[in-house]
């Protein structure tokens, strides 16, 4: 909503997706066990770029660059590596991700940005996989390791779900569905993982602190609180009435062939 001046994501959220720490952790892990020295990992979509520098944390001898269309997250990311020491091998770019030429790269991540390559999320419509996956493996040398972690349908969807979302039951694929797009696309599965109900309840929690943020900061006749406090409810109800169980979040561990 635009208006009041809510708190930033990253105050409440490690990630900008249904993606515990641990396996962050373990992502990263994979990640940088593929990494030669010197060699660089790209972030699309990196938000505040947390999982690029937990790359750059298990692969010393990395590089690491990231791109986002929102210049607040990249700025909290530039903060987040010089608090680490990490700045002096990290580049963060505010701008279209479909225009990063950095590359072919030995590592990538494309964690819920698919729609860098497509219409915006906010349009509803589906992302268009086809094109994020060859733009995908145009930006990488054969053998690299990429995550391309996205929203999928876990059970096929429900009505009370596509309601809370864009209304379509072809806004998503289901987790074998995209496995096999991709693997069309000059890519192997290398592993598959879906993201628990506690990464989803975490994730939904804390993108709903915020609202409860401001609310808890300002007078309850403040003139933006009802509808500060709707946002609240509204996304609680479409998560719990809605898409929770049923829209999911993939995992996808790629090698380029
Ligand atoms: C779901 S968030 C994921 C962020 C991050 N990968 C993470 O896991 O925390 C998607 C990100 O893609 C960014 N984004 C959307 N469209 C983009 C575009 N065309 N170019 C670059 N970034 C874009 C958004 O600003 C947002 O930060």
Same mark, same amino acid.
């Given at each position: 909503? +635009? !208006?009041? #001046?809510?708190?930033?994501?990253?105050?409440? =959220?490690?990630?900008?997706?249904?993606?515990?720490? +641990?396996?962050?952790?373990?992502?990263?892990?994979?990640?940088?066990?593929?990494?030669?020295?010197?060699?660089?990992?790209?972030?699309?979509?990196?938000?505040?770029?947390?999982?690029?520098?937990?790359?750059? #944390?298990?692969?010393?001898?990395?590089?690491?660059?990231?791109?986002? =269309?929102?210049?607040?997250?990249?700025?909290?990311?530039?903060?987040?590596?010089?608090?680490?020491?990490?700045?002096?091998?990290?580049?963060?770019?505010?701008?279209?991700?479909?225009?990063?030429?950095?590359?072919?790269?030995?590592?990538?991540?494309?964690?819920?940005?698919?729609?860098?390559?497509?219409?915006?999320?906010?349009?509803?419509?589906?992302?268009?996989?086809? *094109?994020?996956?060859?733009?995908?493996?145009?930006?990488?040398?054969?053998?690299?390791?990429?995550?391309?972690? #996205? *929203?999928?349908?876990?059970?096929?969807?429900?009505?009370?779900?596509?309601?809370?979302?864009? !209304?379509?039951?072809?806004?998503?694929?289901?987790?074998?569905?995209?496995?096999?797009?991709?693997?069309?696309?000059?890519?192997?599965?290398?592993?598959?993982?879906?993201?628990?109900?506690?990464?989803?309840?975490?994730?939904?929690?804390?993108?709903?602190?915020?609202?409860?943020?401001?609310?808890?900061?300002?007078?309850?006749?403040?003139?933006?609180?009802? &509808?500060?406090?709707?946002?609240?409810? !509204?996304?609680? &109800? &479409?998560?719990?009435?809605?898409?929770?169980?049923?829209?999911?979040?993939?995992?996808?561990?790629?090698?380029?062939?």
């Amino acid at each position: 909503m +635009s !208006g009041p #001046e809510l708190p930033p994501l990253w105050r409440d =959220l490690e990630f900008l997706a249904p993606m515990s720490p +641990s396996r962050a952790d373990d992502l990263a892990r994979w990640v940088a066990d593929g990494l030669t020295d010197g060699g660089t990992v790209l972030d699309v979509g990196c938000g505040w770029a947390e999982l690029l520098l937990r790359v750059l #944390e298990a692969a010393p001898r990395a590089v690491g660059a990231g791109v986002d =269309l929102d210049a607040d997250r990249v700025e909290e990311g530039r903060r987040r590596a010089a608090a680490r020491g990490l700045a002096d091998r990290t580049r963060l770019l505010a701008g279209p991700g479909a225009e990063a030429v950095e590359g072919p790269v030995e590592a990538l991540l494309v964690v819920g940005a698919s729609q860098v390559w497509g219409p915006d999320v906010d349009e509803g419509l589906p992302l268009d996989h086809a *094109a994020a996956l060859a733009a995908m493996r145009r930006q990488v040398v054969t053998g690299a390791r990429v995550v391309h972690a #996205e *929203a999928v349908w876990s059970v096929p969807p429900t009505p009370a779900a596509t309601a809370r979302l864009s !209304g379509r039951d072809d806004e998503f694929l289901a987790p074998a569905a995209l496995a096999d797009l991709v693997a069309d696309h000059g890519f192997e599965v290398h592993a598959q993982e879906e993201a628990d109900l506690a990464e989803w309840d975490a994730f939904e929690a804390g993108f709903t602190a915020r609202w409860d943020r401001w609310l808890a900061d300002h007078p309850a006749d403040h003139p933006d609180a009802a &509808a500060v406090s709707a946002a609240a409810a !509204g996304q609680r &109800a &479409a998560y719990h009435q809605g898409y929770r169980g049923v829209l999911g979040f993939t995992f996808l561990r790629l090698v380029a062939v």
